[in-house]
Nanobody, 118 residues
Framework: QVQLVESGGGLVQAGGSLRLSCAAS????????MGWYRQAPGKQRELVAS???????KYADSVKGRFTISRDNAKNTLFLQMNALKPEDTAVYYC????????????WGKGTLVTVSS
């Protein structure tokens, strides 16, 4: 099992920055993809950014150039640096750790709320 705890959310004005953290514990040996998802009110959960165990990162088009995903292996922590925030970035942000392949594994945090005011 893997436990994930997000932190760093809050209220920020448009144009501001926030840094989300996801502290992971448990059996992380088989995890090979980590990511941040978000879900805005009335919308489906969407992938914001992901990073593999080989440090290959991907971003949603809506956040490219503004958000950066990174990880600290020594501290088992995943980060999402969010700059130039927009009101449309308002959502609950979830951390996800996954094992792609068989048997697949998928773990989620409880989320942290990011609110961007205009």
């Amino acid at each position: 099992q893997v436990q994930l705890v997000e932190s760093g959310g809050g209220l920020v004005q448009a144009g501001g920055s926030l840094r989300l953290s996801c502290a992971a514990s448990g059996n992380l040996f088989s995890i090979n993809v980590m990511g941040w998802y978000r879900q805005a009110p009335g919308k489906q959960r969407e992938l914001v950014a992901s990073i593999t165990s080989a440090d290959a990162a991907k971003y949603a088009d809506s956040v490219k150039g503004r958000f950066t995903i990174s990880r600290d292996n020594a501290k088992n922590t995943l980060f999402l640096q969010m700059n130039a925030l927009k009101p449309e970035d308002t959502a609950v942000y979830y951390c996800n750790f996954a094992k792609v392949g068989w048997p697949a594994r998928d773990y989620w945090g409880k989320g942290t709320l990011v609110t961007v005011s205009s």
